[in-house]
């Protein structure tokens, strides 16, 4: 079941076409006001209907269940207006010229795309960088921690053989002292 659509802005169902690349103007007859309707790329609608040259259209809306069809309806005969193709200049082109525009389009998108990518990638090499960086200055950390517990474990050594030097210095002079002791021990026997 098809619905007729009316003016946004004044309720009005009868509009006339103009002509613009990609969309074509639908302008209500009563208001001006402007809906735009999408006529597929590099492709507009004639002005008229194709079948009687009637100027004066109805929007007839089809609903598919999910998906919602507009069509354009001549009043007069319910024809559609004819299409055709024209550049971005609104000038008219033949089918093989807008071939050569859609593929000149894919091209510009494709190295759009690859631009992308390079900025992307360049994105990614700065990541990278920052973190092999971070990772250096750790593990420059770590090294420098290793120099300074090695530095304490030499320190502690050196302290080791210190006391272990002092404590030999200690009992030569306890045997020292305990020879004294025997030889006054001695003396006193004697006199
Ligand atoms: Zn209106
Ligand atoms: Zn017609």
């Known amino acids: 079941m098809a619905k007729t659509k009316s003016c946004d ?19 209500c007859q ?3 006001n402007v809906i735009y309707f999408n006529a597929g790329k590099y492709t507009t609608y004639e002005k008229k209907c194709s079948h009687c040259e009637n100027d004066l259209f109805k929007l007839r809306r089809y609903d598919y269940g999910d998906k919602e069809i507009i069509k354009i309806e001549c009043t007069k005969c319910k024809g559609e207006p004819k299409q055709y193709y024209v550049d971005r200049e609104g000038n008219k082109i033949d089918r093989s010229v807008r ?20 900025d ?37 050594d050196n302290i080791k053989s210190d006391i272990y030097s002092m404590s030999s210095e200690i009992d030569r002079l306890k045997n020292d002292i305990e020879n004294i002791d025997n030889q006054i021990y001695r003396l006193e026997r004697e006199f």
Do not use: P, Q
């Not at 071939?99 to 759009?112: A, F, P």
């Open 99 to 118: 071939e050569i525009l859609l593929i000149k389009d894919t091209i510009e998108s494709v190295e759009n795309n690859i631009y992308n990518i390079e």
């Open 120 to 156: 992307t990638i360049s994105d990614i090499d700065n990541r990278v960088y920052y973190l092999e960086s971070e990772v250096g200055s750790i593990i420059n950390n770590i090294y420098s921690k290793d120099e300074m517990i090695n530095g304490l474990e030499d320190n502690v």
């Open 30 to 32: 009563k208001c001006n």
């Open 9 to 27: 802005r004044c309720g009005e169902v009868i509009f006339k076409i103009n002509s613009i690349c990609e969309d074509a103007e639908i302008i």
